[in-house]
């Protein structure tokens, strides 16, 4: 469309401040939309790291009652030699122990699967839009000679068969 008064310049300058402004629109709704993935990554990662660390928290917690229950094995093996009530505190030190590994072990693995620095969907999605955003501020493509005389050679082939 050309307005009365306006160069061809002036022209293509208002269609390009419309397709800058089409094109921001665009990338906005683009970026609400990354971010809107990056938080549902973060979700899963928190999730994965809030059981990790309540693993590792039980594993603290029975850690403390195995030391209270060492003290109490070292307490009894000096005040009674060889008492039949040691033999069941040892079996609650055997239990505990097992139970810290367990705790241990679980929040451990939990917490090597958070990875906190890799997001593959985010990274995936920018790098498609990255792509999309060099190929639309590629020039376009000019037609081959060939391909203008292949048309024109058409074009003049049906207007003579009509």
Do not use: C, Y
Not at 22 to 46: D, N, Q, V, Y
Not at 62 to 89: D, P, Q, R
């Amino acid at each position: 469309m050309r307005w009365p008064g306006r160069s061809g310049e002036e022209d293509n300058g208002v269609r390009f401040a419309a397709r800058l402004h089409a094109a921001r629109a665009r990338a906005s709704a683009l970026f609400a939309t990354r971010a809107e993935i990056l938080r549902e990554e973060i979700s899963e990662k928190s999730v994965l790291a809030a059981k990790g660390f309540a693993g590792l928290a039980l594993a603290a917690f029975f850690l403390g009652i195995v030391l209270l229950l060492a003290t109490a094995l070292v307490a009894a093996l000096f005040a009674k030699l060889f008492g039949s009530w040691i033999l069941g505190v040892t079996a609650t030190l055997v239990l505990a122990l097992g139970v810290v590994a367990a705790a241990g072990w679980a929040g451990w693995k939990a917490l090597a699967k958070v990875q906190p620095f890799d997001f593959p969907a985010t990274g995936s999605e920018l790098s498609k839009d990255i792509d999309a955003l060099a190929a639309a501020f590629a020039p376009a493509p000019e037609p081959d000679d060939g391909e203008r005389t292949s048309g024109d050679l058409e074009a003049r082939f049906r207007a003579g068969s009509e």
